[in-house]
């Protein structure tokens, strides 16, 4: 099975490729050969292990993330919002030890200021206004890092990061409120009071978070409970800096399924519908149009 | 040399002992073996480990810290405030093997609403107290978990705790910045910027944390600049969380000589000169001032 051309998403911790055809998905593959744990030097063989047995005597792969990072196989240098998602004259070509592979890497974007930087959600953009051609309004990325983008006439216009993701991973395992949650359970009582009270008062943020300890200590506040309020704090405070971007908008959020509907369930008690795109889809939208413009 | 009584400052992560004599200190021991590191059967050869040259017959042994609390040596139930910082009628008896120990534990804080707890800073306060009898305002004792608190008429009225130090070095060392980052140097107008940005827009915190990140990527921000940067934003988040707390109030510094000339800086920047005390000090004024009363 030989493909047409192959759509890669290789971020930090995990490489994913898929086969195209011209109908679509032929077949599809992963590694844990992320970025992050490869040497320039190692990224081909990473990549052969996975696509290998789709290739022809010359196979397009079009990939985005943080692949094209500093340190990652090749340096795709950033594009300087405002301008569109992806542009197919600003892929960086690789030059590859096996003439089979035709490696072409979407670079990121960044803003001078306040200063910010994306790798692999311009991608997700591109895909999300190729299902929504002339969207106007703001993107929600949430994740790791939190994007949060506002579109105007196909461009980015501008946008803002948030380590909401990575700070709830470190907190709820890392600090001494790992001792006051727990890996799973829920309640969403405590995720809306949480945030609502970081929402009305974002200041507090750092002793409401220690509250949770002494919440548990002695008034015998469950794991479950406040773990949804970590989680509601966090994006509380998130939602209290991004409201300029949120506030009377037309929002759609991207992302993986259970957390997009924290989201939308955040911003509907702000009083806001938002609609939620699968973030794989919009990946492999973005590089499948990516591929019709080179084609073009 | 035998010590009259021993002071004990007994940690999370590792304990001093004091031997004391009528006129003051006569010895000075630690180890590693702090209340984490230990199952309550292992409390008491640690403490023998450091303070066993020390006993006679039959010699008390006042210790204040994490060693009271529920995973530690005995629990020593918290008092809750308002109350005065410590009591010698609730030091908290331990049962050792060795008839020569007599250890009595002091109890930590609580405060029911917000809900918050301390342990072992109630010695400080008490210390400080008897450093300055009649004080009436606020303490800050800035450190992994760093406290403010306000006190009249001797007593505790109300504090609040904020996880500062234990963010910082969370964000510093196991996030996306510490690429950014160093284990050493410092800028202090990166220092004053962080400070004022979270001061003026405590909202905006996860974002400008990213910030971090990218201004080091494009505008090659450096190391320095960008740990005294993150400092300012989280000591700033704390000011402006705590500004109840000093605003137009006395305001003492309890801590570390390096962390508290920061808050001192922090604090001047607001127009407050705050005058600091060293956290040892103290603690062994506090545990002094208890055995006092013990006596009398």
Redesign the interface.
């Known amino acids: 099975m030989q493909a047409s051309w192959i759509a890669v998403d290789w971020g930090t911790s995990n490489l994913r490729a898929w086969a195209m055809g011209t109908d679509g998905i032929l077949a599809h593959g992963s590694s844990d050969k992320g970025m992050g744990a490869l040497k320039p030097d190692q990224f081909e063989a990473a990549l052969l292990d996975v696509v290998a047995p789709w290739l022809g005597n010359r196979t397009l792969v079009l990939a985005c993330g943080m692949v094209g990072a500093?340190q990652g196989w090749v340096e795709a240098r950033?594009r300087s919002v405002p301008c569109t998602p992806t542009d197919p004259a600003a892929l960086m070509r690789v030059q590859t030890q096996d003439p089979r592979l035709d490696v072409r890497i979407a670079p990121g974007l960044?803003?001078?200021k306040?200063?910010?930087?994306m790798r692999g959600e311009e991608t997700q953009l591109a895909g999300a206004l190729a299902l929504y051609p002339g969207f106007d309004g703001v993107f929600c990325l949430p994740g790791t890092?939190s994007k949060w983008v506002h579109i105007s006439a196909g461009e980015v216009v501008s946008f803002?990061?948030?380590?909401?993701g990575?700070?709830f991973a470190?907190?709820s395992t890392?600090?001494?409120l790992r001792h006051s949650l727990t890996a799973e359970g829920w309640d969403d009582a405590e995720f809306g009071a949480g945030l609502s009270d970081a929402l009305s008062?974002?200041?507090?943020?750092?002793?409401?978070?220690?509250?949770l300890?002494?919440?548990g200590?002695?008034?015998g506040m469950t794991a479950p409970q406040a773990r949804a309020r970590l989680s509601g704090l966090?994006i509380g405070?998130?939602l209290?800096?991004?409201?300029p971007y949120w506030l009377g908008q037309s929002v759609k959020l991207i992302g993986a399924t259970k957390l997009s509907a924290l989201y939308a369930r955040a911003l509907a008690l702000q009083g806001l519908q938002a609609e939620s795109l699968d973030a794989t889809a919009c990946t492999l939208a973005g590089l499948s149009a990516l591929h019709a413009q080179l084609k073009d």
Chains 1, 2 share one sequence.
Do not use: N
């Open positions: 500093r950033y960044s803003q001078a306040p200063a910010d930087v890092h803002q990061t948030f380590m909401t990575e700070m470190l907190l890392q600090s001494v008062r974002p200041e507090r943020i750092a002793a409401r978070l220690f509250s300890r002494a919440e200590l002695l008034h966090l405070i998130e209290a800096g991004a409201k």
